[in-house]
């Protein structure tokens, strides 16, 4: 009982922090993951026993260790109270992955066969300004502002709101998807829910552009396109929505005309 008196002042303080719904279920999962490790209650843990839970967790990747080390870190600092920091919540290197981009011709050409009018507006939306899948399915149809030509993009990672420029292109799209679907709320409605999920959103790149592809190569695909177009950098950083602008320089590495406009030396 003791236990899930816990998780719930977990859940209550994650709340409160204002951490978004994703970090909130990843920490709690982790966090009852700890809890059920052991035999005996959270509150008679000791050091000993954290350190050795991540020094002995066997880990799938470095971002699940971070995700698991800032759970436990959450736990012992912020709820447990523990005042003197006896456990090495040091963190791994990070992985450097250049992003895998989807070719822009061959976008335009499998979305220009795309019958389903809601799966080609989730797509082509997403593949115009480089939108998250949480993004895409959170849009309401009251963040389309056609008057102005922009999208609003509320709350969105890290708790921030940015807009996003409307193309004519994506509004005449949208329109023709609203008279054919009607949705209430929520831009793109699920079946069973109010809103489209982020499986579904999967699912269908999978299924127009390739069983490789996952959504989020859609902005990865967007931004790349924009800085060949010539669309200057911090422009780009301001519709990503990236806090740095060395999240947004990575793009210049997968730019294929930067890379044409290099003089080799032989």
Known sequence: MLNNKIIRICKEKLIFLNFSNNTISIYLHYINEFVMGFDKQIIHLNSNDFQSYINEYKFSSVSQQNQIISSIKFLYKKVLNKKYNKIDFSRPRNEKHLPQIIDKNYLLNQISKIINIKHKS???????????????????????????????????????????????????????????????????????????????CNQIVKKYLGKKYHFHLLRHSCFTSLLENGTNLRVIQKLAGHKSSKTTEIYTHVSKQTLNNIILPI
């Open 122 to 200: 989730i797509i082509s939306l997403a593949f115009s300004v480089g939108l998250r899948v949480s993004e895409i399915i959170n849009l309401k149809i009251t963040d389309i502002d056609s008057e102005r030509m922009i999208i609003n993009i509320i709350q969105s990672k890290g708790k921030k709101d940015r807009i996003v420029p409307l193309s004519q292109n994506i509004l005449e799209l949208l329109r023709i998807y609203w008279k054919e679907y009607k949705p209430n709320e929520y831009l793109f409605n699920g079946q069973k829910s109010m809103k489209y999920s982020a499986t579904s």
